[in-house]
């Protein structure tokens, strides 16, 4: 087992403020999420990037548009999975972290500081 790397981090910080462009207005502060939700958004966002990281490349390798559009919808099937399959948060309250994160810096630097002190401490949960 390796430790996540700190381009997980990264990846992490990607998922979160991917397509800021028109977000929405914050519909909640970062006070409104408990510790746990957004540890389980945390989680959520790690298996996300993982299979983001997954899928590009077959996506990327599509034969013609056709294709690409097919393989683009398998994958955000396999994207809310992922947010399904995560303990302590449902799509629409990942849903809602994401797009409040976008605009509200104070829960992204929440997000960032639970993100830090589940993988960056000594008893970090390994990476398989």
């Not at 207005?25 to 790690?46: G, K, M, N, Q, W």
């Not at 034969?63 to 303990?87: P, V």
């Not at 948060?89 to 589940?118: K, S, V």
Request: net charge negative; no cysteine.
């Amino acid at each position: 087992m390796t430790r996540i790397l700190p381009r997980l981090a990264s990846l992490l910080l990607v998922v979160v403020l991917a397509g800021a462009v028109l977000a929405p207005a914050p519909r909640a502060s970062a006070e409104d999420y408990s510790d746990a939700t957004l540890e389980a958004f945390v989680f959520a966002a790690i298996e996300v990037s993982r299979r983001i990281e997954t899928w590009r490349p077959i996506v990327e390798g599509a034969a013609d548009e056709d294709e690409r559009e097919a393989l683009i919808e398998e994958a955000q099937a396999d994207l809310g999975r992922a947010i399904e399959e995560a303990e302590g948060i449902d799509e629409d309250e990942y849903y809602a972290i994401y797009n409040d994160a976008r605009e509200n810096e104070a829960l992204r630097e929440r997000i960032d500081e639970i993100f830090t002190a589940l993988f960056h401490s000594p008893e970090a949960p390994r990476a398989e």
